[in-house]
């Protein structure tokens, strides 16, 4: 037969899942693996929650595409019990927050500013959409935001050069850097934003896993309603991520019914409508009963040890580590060390050790340059068998279970 006469369009795995496929590989040819590279929570699905999903696999229809009226009814509870009151109409569900973020980036149609470092798949999404990631640098110590004096330049510059920015994405907490932005940071950029006429997105799925007890979240729907987009899901601290269920505030007034509109739209061609079984359990999660929130604690409190340990080791190995103050990541920057691994190992960059660490011992973790940080740097999951060894993952599973 005769060969095509084009190849298709190059779009590479997302850096965390080619960890993950690469894992499953080594698994399968008998390998024993430690996963590190995809963000995922060492605990278990609460049986509550399953049987949630278990009594609703009857429900086999579409629904209406942005979410069962019981889902955004418990999403927009969820927002207003933690100071967002939020009307259920403004509330929109999709496979995953992943995608939901990539509807929202269709529907803005323009460049977008992501923090260097973030997650990888901002900047993927965005040029997936057809527009062009703005990098900008967060301040020192606080991850995900980018640092709002540097804001204003990098759009001015962008849009010199012809470039239409209309949005800026914030993680609140971040990943990868495991840390929290201080409120003032937040604040400022949210003035910046309006001063610039930009959407801020606001991904908040590692909100409740915030490791300090009753440290908020500074949520720039607080200080910029009228712009600002918040996402959440099950993924993260539920350990619901192959579920895919994920949740979407839009903005209050008309501009946000616009984008809600058009965010529809694009999820009416792409996806139809959330699966209908995990609607169902997710408006139970959300609704957040006793069980649930008692669950999410004991993650917290896991994660926050874990973490604090993993990150200390680090630090004692000489290596540049921020503080983990959310989440399950930690952040070391291994410039400290390089001539010390240059020497034993060979290892020049981030990148060369985590082929090192994949390929001879199958271990999973990402290079900062995954996130769009300069190559020394090391993203990893804290899972707490390293804390506690291998076998003790069952009884450290139990103790996040409920009694
Ligand atoms: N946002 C951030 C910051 C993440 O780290 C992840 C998962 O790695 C996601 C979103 C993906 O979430 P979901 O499972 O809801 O698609």
Request: charged share 20%; glycine share 10%.
């Amino acid at each position: 037969a005769r060969p095509l006469p084009f190849a298709p369009r190059p779009v590479p795995l997302s850096a965390t899942l080619a960890v993950n496929e690469a894992l499953h590989r080594k698994r399968g040819q008998g390998m024993r693996v430690l996963p590190l590279g995809f963000g995922e929570a060492g605990i278990p699905i609460h049986p509550a929650l399953a049987r949630e999903l278990e009594a609703a696999a009857g429900r086999g229809a579409y629904g209406p595409v942005a979410g069962s009226a019981a889902l955004r009814a418990a999403a927009a509870g969820y927002w207003s019990r933690r100071g967002t009151p939020t009307d259920p109409s403004s509330v929109v569900c999709g496979p995953g927050s992943k995608p939901l973020l990539f509807a929202l980036l269709m529907a803005l149609g323009g460049d977008v500013v992501v923090p260097a470092p973030s997650w990888v798949t901002y900047a993927a999404q965005t040029a997936l959409v057809g527009a062009e990631p703005v990098r900008v640098a967060t301040p020192p110590g606080e991850g995900g935001v980018p640092s709002p004096a540097l804001l204003a330049d990098a759009v001015v510059r962008a849009r010199r050069r012809g470039r239409t920015v209309r949005a800026v994405v914030v993680t609140l907490p971040d990943n990868p850097t495991g840390t929290l932005a201080a409120e003032d940071t937040v604040r400022r950029l949210c003035s910046v934003a309006r001063d610039l006429d930009l959407v801020v997105i606001s991904d908040e799925i590692y909100r409740d896993l915030v490791h300090e007890p009753g440290r908020t979240v500074p949520s720039p729907v607080r200080f910029a309603p009228e712009r600002a987009v918040v996402t959440t899901a099950l993924s993260k601290s539920l350990a619901a991520g192959g579920w895919r269920l994920g949740v979407a505030r839009l903005p209050d007034g008309p501009f946000g019914r616009a984008l809600r509109d058009s965010v529809l739209g694009v999820a009416s061609e792409v996806w139809s409508s959330a699966p209908a079984p995990m609607q169902h359990a997710a408006a139970y999660a959300f609704a957040e009963p006793p069980e649930l929130v008692e669950h999410v604690d004991r993650s917290r409190r896991l994660h926050a040890a874990v973490a604090a340990a993993v990150a200390d080791r680090f630090a004692a190995a000489g290596a540049r580590v921020p503080r983990p103050q959310a989440a399950f990541y930690v952040y070391p920057d291994l410039g400290p060390l390089r001539e010390a691994l240059g020497e034993g190992h060979g290892v020049r960059t981030a990148e060369d050790l985590t082929s090192l660490l994949l390929e001879r011992y199958g271990v999973g973790v990402l290079p900062g340059s995954s996130f769009g940080d300069p190559p020394a740097a090391l993203r990893m999951r804290v899972a707490p068998s390293l804390l506690y060894g291998e076998d003790d993952e069952q009884r450290l599973a139990a103790l996040a279970s409920p009694a």
